[in-house]
């Protein structure tokens, strides 16, 4: 409490001394006197007192309008005291000086025992009072605190939910994904093993040129369209999603997406009397990290849509340019635009305004794609006007993988048993196998290969995994049982699941996805028969040729 500051403001510089050797004497050393009553307020918002004594009758501004000036610096929540200095306290005086806002008198001549006494009772309720304040404003500032981190959490939990939304709404998607991959991949098989095989013929030929690019681009849409398959089933489990990032020139993979696409905007668009042209402003840009197949699909996607909201025709703009270390992709079209709402909902799975004739996936998984790849995607569309689709992708960083190794030369020539209940998959199989000079036998189910097997001698055995009578992995056991030794090879359109349940086959030797290209035949070959090759990861077997 001695540590109080105290003003005291009288004209009369005896009555200024007396009081500051009273104030002293009680132990008050932080005192400020001033006999010209002009500097009160000066010195007061100087000093900062806790406490002001104040004469009343003083020349220049008196006592009255020394507090009214006061009172106008001091905050109205706090209390500091005001006493009035005064020979002679008249009502009129005390009802003037409360007026003004004094909060006590000392009368002349002061009583050393009533001046002290005074302070103390003065200055202790002005302590309790900053006592109180500050721990209101602690108080205040910890309900904020505690306000601001309600709130964050209010946030992250809503975020929670979204994605537990999401989350069921993927799942969803996952099960019925899963549930079609299988007979989509049969599909697809059939469509890799012809072409691959009508390519290899026209290959030999100089003349069938046409022909070869468009059964590459046939070959190359449909191996994407497997790996779009098996991504479909990981939709949901994006953390088991495998990331084979690569160096990929996004230029080149731009041009391929705008010819693969080109029915699709030129032949179908005229057909329906719609011209629409597709510019590519390719700027010079380096190499990305990331899945060739996958930005395919981000191209081809956005392609389709802006396709489709050009239903009187129009243009489609790509371009790619460098921004620091990312690379930018925009993809414009001048067709029908967004509103706000749909604008904020497109990238949700299953959102679509396009009815029957859409599924309402394309920009979800476009999404899915840019993020896996730490991308970000930017939208800005205005109906009636058209939309423009902003892809921000890294650069390839020095370490980035390099690119695969080049084709293996097949091994061989070995004895193969295909074991598979679809004759077509038994066709598409030996036509790959024999391609490289193996001798092929098939088999149409568990039964008959291992009639086949006791019959003949074989270095491999390649059988499908769902089977009428006798699944692939119950042949593999009998086939284990009669000779140990030979190397079984699953195929399968549900791998995922088989490799990532954990399930471990043991009398499997390695397994195939479906649709298995020759270049992943020949790898599987060489896994399983010449062990000491690099073993490569299964999925990327399956997917080599992608
Ligand atoms: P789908 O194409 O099957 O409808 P998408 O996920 O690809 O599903 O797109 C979702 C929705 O976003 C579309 O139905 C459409 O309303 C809107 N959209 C996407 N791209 C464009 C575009 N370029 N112009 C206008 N609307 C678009
Ligand atoms: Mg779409």
């Not at 500051?20 to 005192?31: P, Y």
């Not at 000086?97 to 009583?111: E, M, R, Y």
């Not at 088991?240 to 990032?245: G, I, M, N, R, S």
């Not at 397994?511 to 690099?534: F, G």
Request: charged share 25%.
């Amino acid at each position: 409490m001695l540590a109080c500051k105290i003003l005291v403001i009288d004209d009369e510089e005896p009555n200024v001394r007396l009081l500051e050797r009273l104030l002293l004497r009680a132990g008050f050393d932080r005192v400020v006197c001033t006999t010209d009553s002009r500097q009160a307020a000066a010195l007061f918002e100087d000093f900062l007192p806790d406490l002001v004594l104040t004469d009343w009758l003083m020349p220049e501004i008196d006592g009255c309008a020394v507090i009214a000036q006061l009172r106008a610096l001091i905050d109205p929540d706090d209390y500091l005291p005001i006493v009035v200095l005064t020979a002679d306290v008249t009502p009129l005086t005390r009802k003037r000086a409360l007026g003004a806002g004094a909060t006590d008198f000392l009368t002349k001549p002061f009583d050393q025992t009533e001046v002290v006494l005074r302070m103390f009772n003065l200055l202790r309720a002005r302590l309790s009072h900053v006592l109180v304040q500050r721990q209101n404003a602690s108080l205040e500032e910890s309900v904020r605190e505690r306000t601001l981190e309600l709130e964050s959490t209010l946030a992250e939990l809503r975020d929670t939910q979204q994605q537990v939304i999401q989350q069921e709404r993927l799942a969803a998607l996952g099960t019925m994904a899963s549930g079609i991959a299988h007979d989509f991949n049969n599909a697809l098989s059939v469509i890799v093993g012809f072409s691959e095989m009508l390519l290899q013929r026209e290959e030999q030929d100089p003349a069938a040129r046409d022909k070869t690019q468009a059964l590459t681009r046939i070959l190359t849409a449909a191996t994407d369209a497997s790996a779009i398959v098996h991504r479909l089933r990981d939709f949901h489990r994006p953390d088991e999603a495998e990331e084979h990032h690569l160096p990929v020139d996004l230029n080149a993979l731009l041009t391929e997406a705008i010819l693969l696409t080109q029915p699709r905007w030129e032949t179908d668009a005229l057909a329906a009397g719609r011209v629409i042209s597709v510019e590519a402003r390719l700027g010079m840009i380096g190499c990305i990290s990331g899945d060739a197949v996958e930005l395919r699909e981000v191209l081809t996607n956005l392609i389709f849509n802006a396709v489709d909201a050009l239903p009187e025709g129009g243009a489609i703009t790509l371009g790619t340019r460098c921004d620091g270390e990312a690379v930018i992709l925009s993809i414009r079209d001048n067709g029908t635009g967004m509103s706000a709402d749909v604008r904020h909902r497109c990238l949700e799975p299953f959102f679509t305004t396009k009815g029957k004739r859409g599924t309402g996936l394309g920009l979800s998984m476009v999404f899915g794609i840019i993020q896996r790849h730490a991308g970000t995607i930017d939208i800005e569309s205005t109906p009636g006007t058209g939309t423009v689709f902003t892809v921000r992708l890294p650069l390839a960083g020095e370490e980035s993988e390099t690119l695969p190794d080049a084709p293996l030369e097949p091994g061989g020539p070995w004895r193969v048993l295909v074991v598979d209940d679809q004759p077509v998959f038994c066709q598409v199989m030996r036509d790959c196998l024999q391609y490289d000079l193996h001798l092929v036998e098939t088999a149409l189910s568990g039964h008959d290969a291992l009639e086949k097997f006791r019959a003949s001698a074989f270095d491999l055995v390649i059988t499908d995994h769902v089977m009428a009578g006798m699944p692939g992995e119950q042949l593999a056991v009998r086939l284990k049982e009669i000779d140990p030794q030979i190397p079984v090879v699953l195929l399968t359109g549900y791998t995922s699941e088989i490799t990532t349940g954990h399930r471990q086959i043991p009398a499997i030797d390695l397994i195939l996805e479906k649709p298995v290209s020759r270049m992943a035949l020949r790898q599987a070959l060489a896994r399983v028969l010449a062990p000491t090759l690099p073993e490569p990861a299964c999925r990327a077997v399956a997917h080599a040729a992608a």
